[in-house]
């Protein structure tokens, strides 16, 4: 059974959930990956998120773009955390996006990250779960160390060639 949930409103927000979908990968986290849309096809909607519990989805990482219902109608029927993204648009800059997903009302939260945030949702879920999972709590502390390390490297080319050189 996977333990997370991958959805995204169209195949057009697929560069941004692969990014999701990578970090998972990365850290050995099993997940099922799908393309439903709330508006376009609202039973095959309920239909996925009234089985999340059963299919055994411990979190639900959703985006969408514009009208970005998808994620807040995942959180208003799977009881476990729902992390949403919102796309990137052309009309307005993914603020219509945020917006939706963002402004969620009291009782029903969506945990939203930045637009365009795919792999940080992958990190949140992948965190969430690591509260009861020590491995790979330890694999998200090495994660953290090597992003340290990438920093410091930076650093030292910085200080060796100079600004103007670098
Ligand atoms: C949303 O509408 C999708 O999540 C996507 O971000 C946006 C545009 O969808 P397409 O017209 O590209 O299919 O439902």
Do not use: W
Not at 15 to 33: H, Q, R, T, W, Y
Request: hydrophobic share 45%; glycine share 10%; net charge negative.
């Amino acid at each position: 059974m996977a333990q997370v949930g991958i959805v995204m409103g169209s195949d057009s927000d697929m560069p941004i959930m692969k990014k999701a979908a990578d970090v998972l990968e990365e850290l050995g986290i099993s997940f099922d990956m799908r393309i439903i849309s709330a508006h376009r096809e609202p039973q095959e909607f309920f239909d996925y998120a009234n089985s999340a519990e059963a299919n055994g989805f411990k979190v639900i990482i959703a985006g969408a773009g514009m009208a970005a219902h998808l994620p807040g109608m995942c959180a208003a029927i799977f009881p476990m955390p729902v992390i949403g993204i919102p796309m990137h648009t052309t009309s307005l800059g993914g603020k219509d996006s945020l917006y939706s997903i963002v402004q969620m009302p009291s009782g029903i939260p969506v945990a939203t990250v930045a637009i365009n945030g795919g792999a940080n949702a992958g990190l949140l879920a992948a965190k969430i779960l690591a509260t009861s999972d020590s491995a790979l709590l330890d694999k998200l502390k090495a994660y953290s160390a090597k992003q340290k390390d990438a920093v410091v490297a930076k650093d030292q080319k910085l200080q060796e060639v100079g600004y103007k050189n670098y």
